[in-house]
Each structure stands twice: as C-alpha cells, then as structure tokens.
C-alpha cells in the first residue's frame, strides 16, 4: 500500500519560507520521479519541481526557480521542498508525487501524467 504524506506548510508572509516534506511509503518502483505540484482552486495543477532517483537531476517550473529547492533523503524515503522569498501567488495546495520513470531520464518527470501515487497536500498560504 503506497502512501505519500505532506507535511510542513503553513501560513507565512510575503518574502517568508516554508520547508515542505513528504514521507513515501512503500513505492513498488525504483526508477522515479518525485514531483510537488501545486493547485488553485478553479485552476489547473501545475508542476512547481521534480526530482528523478538516477542521479537526482532535477527541474524547476520557471515560477519557482531560484526560489525553490527540491531535495531527497533516500535514506528515509523523504523529499523536501524548500521554497523560500515567498510570494501571495505561491498560496495554494500543495501536492507530492511519485511515478515510475521508465525513460530514466529527467524529462520524463515533467508530465502530470508520469505520476501515479499522489498525497493528500499541504496547504502554503502567503499573505
């Protein structure tokens, strides 16, 4: 049974950070992509970041890069979303993901389609 789990967000203000976390257990897969997306209500999930395990290459949407960081602790089966100079429209519900990547390449992680196993979100208000 997979189960992702969020934690770490909150309310903060402009300019504030948050580190986000998500705990993954029991992923059937070994070659993945981890991703945190976010989503508004009345719109469209978007893809914020997303890390592959071969290598840990990892990509930013430009809405976030520079300010956001994506990382993993293999170890625990934890990846984190370091998201720091936050703005009013980062205020959302964040989600993480996890799919089989079976391209083995970075690219491959970009697609909401890639993701299989999704948690229940985090939400980030900023204000």
């Known amino acids: 049974h997979v189960q992702l789990v969020e934690s770490g967000g909150g309310s903060v203000q402009a300019g504030g950070s948050l580190r986000l976390s998500c705990a993954a257990v029991g992923l059937g897969y070994g070659s993945r992509c981890m991703g945190w997306f976010r989503q508004v209500p009345g719109k469209e999930r978007e893809g914020v970041a997303f890390i592959y395990s071969g290598g840990g290459a990892v990509y930013y949407a430009d809405s976030v890069k520079g300010r956001f960081t994506i990382s993993r602790d293999s170890a625990k089966n934890t990846v984190y979303l370091q998201t720091d100079s936050l703005k009013p429209e980062d205020t959302a519900m964040y989600y993480c993901?996890?799919?089989?990547?079976?391209?083995?390449?970075?690219?491959?992680?970009?697609?909401?389609?890639?993701?299989?196993?999704w948690g229940q979100g985090t939400q980030v208000t900023v204000s």
């Open positions: 993901a996890a799919g089989p990547n079976i391209l083995g390449r970075i690219g491959y992680c970009y697609s909401t389609l890639t993701y299989k196993d």
